[in-house]
């Protein structure tokens, strides 16, 4: 009888084996993964550039008509905005070229923030309470 290579027991795929080829599955699709490409910087700014832009659209869209749903949207749209450009800056780092552009955009964003909600105040426009993610003001 042959033995297997760390089976311990001549002529049987051992418990270790047998894990390891259920595994092989999983660690493909995670190595897959990890190497898959990903959104340079750029890409993310600019994504995150066209949600302020639909935050400002439904802003002016509030203004025009009074409805509260573009007011959510557009304090929703623009929220988003500022954790994406948050994101980005914590990942680039302050070296980076763009970090300061990108900081000058999250705080605009963030003062658009704090208007919308004087507006909703001013208007008396109930909206939910949530915290400006990403403002430090």
Not at 62 to 87: C, F, G, I, P
């Amino acid at each position: 009888m042959r033995r297997l290579i760390g089976t311990g027991h001549p002529g049987r795929i051992g418990l270790m084996g047998a894990a390891l080829a259920a595994m092989m599955p999983v660690l493909a699709a995670l190595v897959l993964a990890c190497t898959a490409p990903q959104m340079n910087f750029y890409d993310e700014i600019s994504l995150a550039d066209r949600s302020r832009e639909w935050g400002l659209i439904y802003f002016q869209s509030w203004r025009k008509e009074r409805n509260r749903e573009y007011l959510v949207l557009a304090r929703q749209r623009t929220q988003e905005a500022v954790s994406a450009y948050l994101d980005v800056q914590r990942r680039m780092g302050y070296s980076y070229p763009g970090f300061y552009k990108v900081d000058r955009r999250r705080v605009e964003s963030c003062i658009f923030l704090k208007q919308m909600q004087v507006e909703a105040v001013s208007f008396a426009v109930k909206l939910d309470e949530t915290g400006r993610v990403g403002c430090f003001d």
